[in-house]
Structures are given as C-alpha cells and as structure tokens.
C-alpha cells in the first residue's frame, strides 16, 4: 500500500479523503491556490503545497503545478477527488508517466466513458439503450442534429459534470445562443471545450448505479442511487436504495450498468446515471470518479469508496459475490447560494458554523468557523447524510439534523433543504427531476419572501408591553422580547442559517 497520497482536489472532498488515508496510516498531502492557503482541507493534512493564484487554471486546473507538488511532497499516488481534473484523461496519463498511480481509471478508460458522447457509443455497443443525442464541432452541426432529434433538448460539455455548462434549449435560437457560452465553461471547468446535444426527457427520473472495476475484467455494482430531486440540473438530495424501482427493473439496471464497465474493463469506482420513466430506462452517461453522493452508499454497504479506490490501485482483486445491503441512507448537499434569489452563489467568512451530530448522522464537511468561502470554486460546504432501518425514519433524521445545522456570516441553502425533505412529493418518493423548479419554487420563494417569524414575533412583543396583548404571546413573568425568541425555537432567519 501506499505510504503518501496527494489529493489533487479542495473543500469537503479533500477532508473526506484525508480522513480514509489516515485511517489506513496513509500520510495525506494536500494541494491549494493562493486563496486556499488556510482552508480546512490544508489544515487536515500531513503537509500542503500552493499551486498558484485562485483561478481554477492557474491552480488545481494546472497539471504541471500539482505534478510538481507531489515530486516535492514524495507522494506515490494522485487521488483527483471529483470535478477539476477528475475526469480528465491527460491528466491520468500525466500522472502515470511520471511514474505515480491515478486513483481512478485509466486513460483510455477516460477518454471512453468520461467523454459523454463515447459513452453513449459504448453503451450502445453493449445493448444499453441510450437518450437521443448527437455532437457536433461547430454549432451548425449540432443545429442540424437538433432538427432530427426534435426540441427541448440539453446542450452539454462533454466533459462536463454536477451540471455545469448545461443549458436546457427549446429552439434554434437558443441554441445558437447558448453554444459559445457553453463551450467557454466547459473549457474553464474542465479543459476542454467540447459539446453535444441530447434529447430533454420530461418528467424523467434520474437514478445512477455505482460500480467498481479491477481493470482485469472483475466488475461489481454496489446498487443504486436515487437523485431525482434536482434544481438547474444539480443534484439536491440523493439516497440508496432508489424508492421508485421494481425489483425486476432495479437488477436490470444494475446489469446494464455492469455490462458498460465491462466493455472497457473498468479500473477504479465508477457511476453509470441513467434516466428513468415507468419499466423503462436509458444510459445518460458514466462518471469515472468518486461521486459528490457516494456516502449514501458507503452507508447502505459498510463498504469505504476511498479505500476501496486505493485496494484497486494496489492491485487487490474485487470480492466476489454481491455486498450485503441494509437499510436507507439519504444525503442532502449544503451550499453556500441563497435559494430565494435563483440559488444565487455566496461567498465570504463563515463566522459561525455548526454541524449536527448524533446517531446515524454523518456530515462530510469542508468548512468550520471562521473559514473563508471563496468565489472562485463550487459553493458547496457539506453533505449531511442519514441513515436508519427504513426510509421514513431516514428522512426524519435527515430532517432533524439540517434544523440542527447552523452557518452564520453567509446565505446558505439550509432553510430551502429544511422545507424540502418535509415536502409531501419528497415524503412519498414522487419527485422527477424537474419538480423542484416546476413546482417546489413557488410555493418556497413565497415563504423566503414572508416575513421572518423572529420579526414579526419580536414586533408583537414590543408592541405590547403598555397593552393587554401580553400574554398572548409571554406567560406571566416572562419578558416579552424572551418570549418571542422562546417561541421560535431553534429557527433562525433565513438569510442567517
């Protein structure tokens, strides 16, 4: 095994990764921009080292930088974590020929199933049916492609990931529109500046079956995971096992997505999403990393992803047989964004930060108090996931936990993640992936727009302390201001938690 791991990623992702290494005795070696000289995931590890400025291609974009960082550190692996240059195939290949182990798949394994539009093939290859789509060098290509395919579609980079870059077009113009901006965030998010097109599935279900590969043919799948519950694309809230398949069409799935990692004797772990309506399902893509959501099924299996990737790259064959699966597990993601303004990003100091605890509560963090959040990387602070013998009691911790979390100094999205796991479509697993925008919002952005409770409390307070209304909101003896706080609870405003 080995002896010193460089995490070529930031925030929550690097700490969570920086936990396993040290678990197994692993020293840990973390990389920075200039911004992020005194960020949580350098203060965890066993030694940093600062790539460059805070622009993404000026640090933990810059293959050169990170490659040089671990020749300095004595490294003898790279794990990429996810986003930046996870999913990057020169970089595995830059890795490698240096004479250091990618934690992740191969090269060419990249180039096949990272790049979306060769995944597609593949799975078509395989038998694995596939959503309408086509790709094109120039936006006259994809135009005339659209016109077979047949509006609303989704113009995506092909590299691409988390939903960045992707852009929901219902005609030619929005089309030409969106093509050049497009390919500028795909070339600064991922490096390439790739794109295609693909049929919008309205009123689909997004459900992804992770798997994990030898790279000598031995392919496994560690179930399913429901992430329908999306907002521009983005993943809200993710559990395991998927509420909404048959048994019948929950191993087919889970076949479909072996017989795709196969094909290419898939090294490492991996997530093949498909979209689902009714008893059928198509490939989307297959994302070869670690994924954002990958705890809920380190919760559902006992199994540790991260260590999981590390016995894989030390050349430990796959156990045979498939895990055991034991209860639900469901993760919701907090971002530093105020949902009542468009999930607008935010950045600045958290001043104050509290993550909940207790039973069969866990919380992949990337902040504590204090720390600055930065307006140059993705705004995402934790994961907050729970687990329990059924998925009503899940939910009901996960519910728990979010009111327990706090972070002061900048909008975050807990008050929307609070009313979104009480929503009656949530509760009762209805939820496809255009709901939250479709109907969700409105009813939420008129609850951010009311008045906060604390306000309209305290203003009732003090209006009555020369009239007869006391005690409508203070028992006898209490100061009316201690009341009105008392009354609330542990709720606090929204822009404020």
């Known amino acids: 095994m080995f002896s010193k791991v460089l995490i070529a990623n930031r925030g929550e992702i690097a700490c969570r990764i920086t936990g396993t290494l040290h678990e197994m005795g692993i020293r840990a070696v973390a990389v920075c921009s200039e911004a992020d000289a005194q960020a949580l995931h350098v203060r965890v590890a066993d030694e940093a080292h600062v790539l460059g400025p805070a622009e993404p291609r000026a640090s933990y974009l810059n293959i050169d930088a990170i490659l040089s960082a671990a020749r300095a550190s004595g490294a003898a692996a790279i794990h990429p974590g996810y986003g930046f240059l996870a999913e990057n195939a020169e970089f595995s290949a830059a890795v490698e020929a ?4 990618f934690l992740g798949p191969t090269a060419e394994q990249i180039r096949a199933m990272g790049d979306k539009r060769a995944a597609r093939a593949i799975a078509r290859r395989v038998g694995v049916p596939v959503v309408p789509g086509a790709e094109g060098g120039d936006v006259g290509a994809l135009v005339g492609a659209a016109k077979a395919i047949g509006y609303p579609l989704l113009l995506k980079a092909a590299l691409g990931g988390g939903g960045k870059g992707m852009r929901v077009v219902t005609d030619e113009a929005e089309l030409r529109e969106a093509f050049d901006s497009t390919r500028r965030v795909a070339l600064s998010g991922f490096g390439d500046a790739s794109v295609y097109v693909e049929k919008r599935l309205e009123r689909a279900r997004h459900v992804e079956v992770q798997v994990a590969g030898d790279g000598r043919g ?13 907002r521009r694309h983005q993943k809200v809230l993710e559990e395991s096992p998927s509420p909404s398949l048959g048994e019948s069409l929950r191993r087919r799935m889970w076949k479909a997505a072996m017989d795709v990692a196969r094909e290419v004797r898939y090294r490492g772990v991996g ?22 959501e ?10 540790d992803l991260v260590r999981l990737q590390l016995e894989i790259a030390a050349g430990q064959a796959l156990r045979e047989g498939e895990p055991e699966r034991r209860g639900h597990a469901i993760e919701a993601r907090v971002y530093a964004e105020d949902a009542a303004a468009g999930f607008l990003p935010q950045a600045g100091i958290a001043t104050r930060v509290r993550w909940p605890r207790g039973p069969f509560v866990r919380v992949d963090a990337g902040i504590e108090s204090g720390d600055a959040i930065p307006v140059h990387y993705d705004p995402i602070l934790a994961k907050v996931i729970a687990f329990a013998p059924e998925r009503d009691r899940a939910l009901a911790r996960l519910a728990g936990a979010l009111d327990e979390a706090l972070v002061h100094g900048v909008v975050t999205n807990l008050p929307f993640l609070r009313a979104l796991v009480r929503a009656p479509e949530v ?20 609850m951010a727009a009311a008045p906060a409770p604390e306000l309209a409390l305290v203003a009732a307070a003090l209006a009555e302390r020369n009239g007869s209304a006391h005690h409508a909101v203070a028992g006898d003896g209490e100061p009316p201001r201690e009341a009105a706080f008392r009354a609330v609870g542990p709720w606090r405003l929204p822009g404020l938690a």
Do not use: Y
């Open 98 to 101: 240096a004479g250091l182990v």
């Open 218 to 230: 031995g392919v496994a799948h560690l179930f399913e995971r429901e992430c329908s519950l999306q």
């Open 271 to 292: 997530t093949v999403e498909f979209l689902v309506a009714g008893d059928e399902f198509w490939f989307l893509e297959m994302n070869t990393r670690l994924q954002v």
């Open 294 to 303: 990958h705890p809920v099924t380190e919760l559902v299996t006992g199994l």
């Open 427 to 446: 509760e009762r697993a209805s939820a496809d992936t255009e709901w939250i925008e479709r109907d969700f919002m409105t009813g939420f952005s008129a």
